[in-house]
């Protein structure tokens, strides 16, 4: 078979594990070539390093080093930098690039499909076709941008196929492949799950919540960011409470003068970012989840964990109505309400989806190598 050279990009946290597992699915196929490139939108040991360790993904091959900055100065940088790496060609060899792979709704998936696609060079994007319908949201953009100009849109829930069919995506382009993120937890779940970070933390299984919170609508205003530590403090007097925070979101805590109102609740666990290991291990055997996070919606899905979202919308809306997840906004009446359900052992059951069966990157990396047949192409 002609070999096959792919730029597969990662640039923060999320994107991680979502490529871990295409990499090694596209291992079975000797002609393709992935080269990982890293844009470096995440530069910091817990927010990007230790997850090539624990993912068992090779290092990067090329690093972008763009670094955090304004949307536009971000974008920029790496449209820039991507766009040159495409012109040279593969390090070393310098052979074009037949296509490039990216994942999520970050601003390094929407700037390296825009540089590649200029070039000529066609992009598959893992994970197209969510939308929240919440333009206020940098990440809708992403992937409104990103969605309108690949070729091969990789889609993990059928809201995604509903979409692209209605913004006019033709349905050869389209296939419903499941979640690559699951494949990640399914693989790393057991792992997860030996390891002692519950007793380092002195927890015990089913007895705490954990908390993330990291969107611009929930903590660069002060009010809201207060409003919502304030239900947190009362919850954590019921139920003990670990918050991993985001530099995002410890930032705006001692930017708005919040910091002792949250040192002084006893019943919450402040710590930094967790590596994925460790953070599996809290979030698989928690009471209850409490985040902002699109990637932890779908994760406490699969878990079978509640989920209250800190969100007025979602674009993984079957975490809601198959899954665990229940939108509560940064309401406090609607958070409590529902975290009395959990505490009380009404709340909801959900299901996994299917097809999020932890083999979603077998299904995708035929179609990356050129080899699907018509039977592997899902169009749902
Ligand atoms: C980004 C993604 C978001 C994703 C999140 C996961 C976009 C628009 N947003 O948001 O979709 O859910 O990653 O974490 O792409 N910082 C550090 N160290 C780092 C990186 C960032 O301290 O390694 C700090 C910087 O001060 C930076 C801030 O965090 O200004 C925000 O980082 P940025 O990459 O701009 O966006 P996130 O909020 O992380």
Same mark, same amino acid.
């Given at each position: 078979m002609t070999d096959l050279h792919l730029a597969c990009v990662v640039g923060a946290r999320p994107n991680f594990m979502k490529m871990a597992p295409l990499l090694r699915a596209l291992e079975a196929y000797s002609h393709v070539h992935p080269i990982l490139i890293h844009t470096g939108q995440h530069y910091d040991e817990n927010l990007s390093d230790i997850f090539f360790d624990e993912l068992g993904m090779k290092r990067p *091959? $090329? %690093?972008? *080093? $763009? &670094? %955090? &900055?304004?949307h536009g100065v971000q974008t920029a940088k790496v449209l820039k930098r991507f766009e040159a790496l495409l012109e040279q060609g593969t390090p070393g060899e310098g052979n074009r690039y037949d296509r490039v792979v990216v994942v999520g709704d970050v601003n390094s998936t929407m700037a390296a499909t825009l540089a590649a696609v200029k070039l000529g060079v066609p992009v598959a994007h893992v994970e197209a076709g969510l939308r929240s319908f919440d333009r206020s949201m940098p990440e809708e953009i992403n992937r409104m941008v990103t969605d309108s100009i690949c070729d091969m849109l990789l889609v993990s829930e059928p809201a995604g196929l509903e979409n692209l069919r209605r913004e006019g995506h033709p349905d050869d382009r389209l296939h419903l492949v499941g979640n690559v993120m699951i494949d990640t937890l399914r693989r790393l779940l057991p792992k997860a799950k030996a390891r002692d970070t519950l007793n380092d933390y002195d927890l015990n299984p089913g007895r705490y919540g954990v908390i993330t919170l990291h969107r611009p609508a929930n903590v660069d205003a002060p009010e809201t960011l207060a409003r919502l530590l304030d239900v947190l403090v009362e919850v954590s007097r019921e139920l003990r409470l670990v918050f991993p925070l985001h530099p995002r979101t410890k930032q705006r805590i001692e930017r708005f003068g919040l910091a002792e109102r949250l040192d002084a609740a006893k019943g919450i666990l402040q710590l930094g970012p967790l590596g994925y290991l460790d953070f599996l291990a809290l979030t698989s055997q928690a009471k209850v989840i409490i985040t902002d996070s699109g990637g932890l919606q779908e994760e406490s899905t699969a878990l079978g964990i509640p989920c209250l979202t800190a969100r007025p919308n979602t674009e993984r809306p079957i975490t809601v109505t198959e899954g665990t997840s229940t939108l509560v906004d940064g309401d406090p009446t609607k958070l409590r309400h529902n975290l009395r359900a959990v505490l009380d052992g009404t709340y909801k059951q959900g299901r996994c989806p299917a097809l999020w069966d932890g083999r979603a990157a077998e299904r995708i990396a035929p179609l990356l190598a050129g080899v699907a047949g018509q039977e592997q192409i899902t169009t749902g």
């Open positions: *091959d $090329v %690093s972008l *080093d $763009v &670094g %955090s &900055g304004k």
